[in-house]
Structure formats: structure tokens, C-alpha cells
């Protein structure tokens, strides 16, 4: 049960005069020769003891909502079906072309062939959180830098908005590491529950140096991360599975993406990469991720502080009102 408490609680000493409904009568008084005469009246009684009970309610609720009577703010643990997702977002300059290689067309924003990877990536990523109301999700994003987007958290409103904003123009590197790094790093201190994942999403990789490599190796093991990769490659590109022809493009500078791929697989860890080439392949892939993480979840739910005085009021107004009618109801004798 929430705690309630008082914005105002000098106000409660207005409580004092519930007294006055007990000891006075608003009622008007007859006088009779003999009291004796008046046969006994049990209707009549309760009658009256309700509208002193009504005066009583009506002083209580008044200075309540004088009093600024509300809710405190509240966590309350919830199990649901879920995980703890951080989001990567590739922000290279190639996201904000096609699947085909070509410059978006700003005005197919909204979908089609002619839609950029990264805006096919927001509208399928706004989708899929849409579908998992328990999940904690993180955001971040990358290039030349990596960017902190947004902390983990079950607000959907904010987790919309961080995604929105990832729609500014893109940059021109990739730095794959730095952005793993920061992914990584949202799970820093906090309690493992759950499924904990990193769903990198990217059109193309970089080559990770060795003492990046067996810093990520280590973070990923410690924190017990299952990453997913969704690899959106444009048509006719070298795709993470492919193999060299001539052995000597057989290297992380030519073959980037193939060799990031071995990299995770050498990992020890849950790892499932997808290779997508259109907008319809990706939706797949998201819906696989959708059925595969649906842990049982521990998680947090803050309710936050709820004003009750204008409730006081209500039934101060509803008290009041019978008492009103119960004063238009008496009978007036010449």
C-alpha cells in the first residue's frame, strides 16, 4: 500500500471541529407539552444520527483536501516476460542510404524501396518495443564516436523519443569497438534479471584492434551478454558469411565484416547473427529476436506521486450536498 502523506499538514488541526457535528443540531426544534406522548421513533433516530455522520465526513474530507492529502511515489516489483535490451545503432554515412546503394528519397520517409537503412531500422526497432512492454531498453549509437543515447529504462515515451532522435544526418567513419564498449557499459551495476542483450544493428564493420578485442572479450563473458547482430547489407556486397576468392583479401581490412563475425562467434557467449537485405528480411529477424527473449523478468515499476485532494473535495461536495437535501426535506410546522 502506498504511504500517504500532506503538503500541508498544519491543516489538520482543522480536524477539531468534526466535534461540532456531534455536539450541535442543525435541525429545527418543536416543543411538545409531554415527550411521553411521542410513541418511539427508531426511523427518525437513525436519520439523525446519519446527518450528524454526514457533517462529521464532510468536515474530514474539507480539511483533507485543505490539508494537500496525497500518494508518495512508490516501486513496486512486477514479474513479467522479458529482457534487458541495449540498442546500437550504426550512424555511418552509408545507413542513410538504401539497401540498394543509392542516396533516400526524403520523400519515401515513411517506407519503400527508397527507404534509407536507418529509417527502415527506427520504424522496425519502434515496432518491435512496441510488442515487449516489460523489456528495459537502452540506446545507443555510433560512428566516429560513440553516442549515449538513452539509459536503460520501461518509460516507452522516452524510449521513442530516443530513437526519433537518432535520426540526425549520419557521419562519415565507423568505429565499431568504441560503440560495444558503451553498450556494455549500461549493464555496469546493474542486478542481472532476466535476459541481458545487446542487439547491434549495422550496415557494415571495422577492423578492432587486439586490445580492444580482449577488452570487449572479457565485458561480454562478465556481464553475461547474448548479443544479436542484424547486419543490413546492401545488394551486392561482400554479406558476414561470405569467403574470399583470393586468399590474400583474406584479412580484417578487406573482409571487415566477415572477420567481426568471427570474432563474436569466437566469444563463448549466446550470439546470433542475421544478414538482411531488404526491409522485409529485417522485420524477420526482429520477429525472431521477439520470440527467442522471452525470459521470465524481475523489474521496477515507479508509480509516481498522485495528488488526493481534489478527491477530498468530491466527496466533500457529495457530503454536502445530501446534507442539503436532508435541510430542504424538513418539514416546517406554522
Known sequence: MNPLAFATPWALLGLLTIL????GNSMRSTRYPWLTLLPADPLSNAIALAIRLLGVLAVVALVLGLSGLYRKAQTVERIGHGAHIVVVLDRSNSMD????GKASDPASHGGGSEQSKAD?????LTEFIDRRPHDRIGIASYSTSPL???????????????IDA???PALAYTNISKGL???????EHQPVQGS????????GAAAIDPDSEATLRTQFKQRQIRLYWLFMRTANSP?????PDDPRDDNAQAMPELYLHRFFSSLNIPYQAYEAETPGAMQKAIADIDRLEQLPLHYQETRPKQDLSALCYRWALVFISLLLAAKFCEARLA
Do not use: K, Y
Request: aromatic share 10%.
Open 166 to 168: 537518432t535520426a540526425t
Open 97 to 100: 542510404h538504401t539497401f540498394a
Open 120 to 124: 527502415a531500422a527506427r520504424h522496425l
Open 239 to 243: 554479406g558476414i558469411f561470405a569467403v
Open 196 to 203: 541481458r542483450i545487446v542487439l547491434l544493428v549495422s550496415d
Open 148 to 162: 549515449f543515447v538513452m539509459p536503460l529504462t520501461e518509460n516507452r515515451e522516452a524510449i521513442h523519443a530516443a
Open 181 to 187: 564498449a558503451m553498450a556494455l557499459s549500461f549493464f
Open 20 to 23: 461540532a457535528p456531534l455536539l
